[in-house]
């Protein structure tokens, strides 16, 4: 069965996934419509459709990665495109490359579009002017993960139905997640109210559209759903936390603070996890926790993007 989903209706896709700037509602909508596509394609005994036939997708990580590069690259293999898989660790990158002319290498190679994951924010946009093709951000600095958000959101209207007035909990280092950031863009605007909770430290000044609490029961109480972040070692300078002792008293998510939201809301998780640190082990492994189903949705969200930003705005081949 051939994968057309009807993009009709709603306004040309834009060019790239960069953040949810220039993203509608409908069409958010109907990239998740597309998404139920995928899932049923991935159901099948041959997960495979041809639906991008003849191109070519470069999955372009500068930083480590398991979930997201693993979840584009059969998210491409799937759709039978080829893939061109690049690693910094192992690239010209290291013999002092710029990133310029790593991409305009790849392209001269006939790459139709770019999955990019970057320690710096506003290289996604950089790459789209470069190369004027499709550019998925997989990840850029702290600013944005588009895609995470898209499979986060998509899991939570599987569990919740809708996401009209419901309370989304973030609970972590919401300073440096760029997770939290792009959730925080995307949920308020499929109807969500979303609260970030977590230590003054490791809170925004602000974050448009959300209310930023460093009360945790505030923050979970009546929640519909709850989702929690690790704590970015990596991008964190020295101080910002008292000692891990303090963080995991005061902000670890336990079975007694998760009853604080409401009954049965379900737990995510983006990964990677610091188990008995932001979240106490055995949640992780309870009916409430969704983690394993956000890493299966990741693929077909990601065959949804890549759909559309391939196929959906208009027929291959036309002017």
């Not at 596509?37 to 500068?62: D, S, Y």
């Not at 790593?102 to 996604?124: E, F, S």
């Amino acid at each position: 069965m051939t994968v057309t989903p009807d993009t009709s209706a709603a306004a040309p896709t834009p060019r790239s996934l960069l953040d949810f700037q220039g993203w509608s509602r409908a069409q958010l909508e109907s990239l998740f419509e597309t998404s139920k596509m995928m899932q049923e394609v991935l159901a099948r005994p041959v997960k495979k459709v041809p639906a991008l036939t003849g191109f070519t997708v470069a999955t372009v990580f500068f930083e480590a990665s398991t979930r997201t590069r693993l979840s584009f690259e059969l998210a491409a293999r799937r759709m039978s495109a080829d893939v061109l898989s690049f690693s910094a660790a192992t690239s010209s990158i290291s013999k002092g490359e710029t990133y310029k002319d790593t991409l305009l290498t790849l392209d001269a190679m006939g790459v139709d579009a770019y999955v990019i994951r970057v320690d710096a924010a506003g290289v996604c946009h950089q790459a789209e002017r470069w190369l004027g093709k499709p550019i998925i951000n997989a990840g850029d600095g702290w600013r944005a993960h588009p895609t995470q958000a898209l499979l986060d959101a998509f899991t939570l209207l599987e569990a919740l139905g809708s996401l009209e007035g419901k309370k989304i909990a973030i609970v972590g280092d919401i300073l440096h997640s760029r997770v939290a950031r792009s959730n925080a863009e995307l949920l308020p605007r499929l109807g969500a109210e979303v609260v970030a909770c977590g230590p003054a430290t490791l809170l925004p000044g602000t974050l448009p559209g959300v209310q930023l609490s460093t009360d945790l029961k505030t923050g979970l109480t009546d929640a519909d759903a709850v989702m929690v972040l690790r704590l970015q070692n990596e991008r964190m300078d020295k101080g910002l936390l008292p000692s891990l002792p303090e963080y995991i008293a005061g902000y670890q998510v336990t079975q007694e603070r998760l009853d604080w939201a409401k009954p049965g809301a379900p737990l995510l998780h983006p990964g990677p996890m610091n188990r008995d640190v932001e979240l106490e082990g055995p949640l992780a492994d309870s009916s409430r926790s969704l983690v394993e189903r956000q890493v299966a949705n990741g693929q077909a969200i990601r065959m949804a993007v890549l759909y559309h930003l391939l196929v959906g705005k208009k027929p291959r081949g036309e002017s």
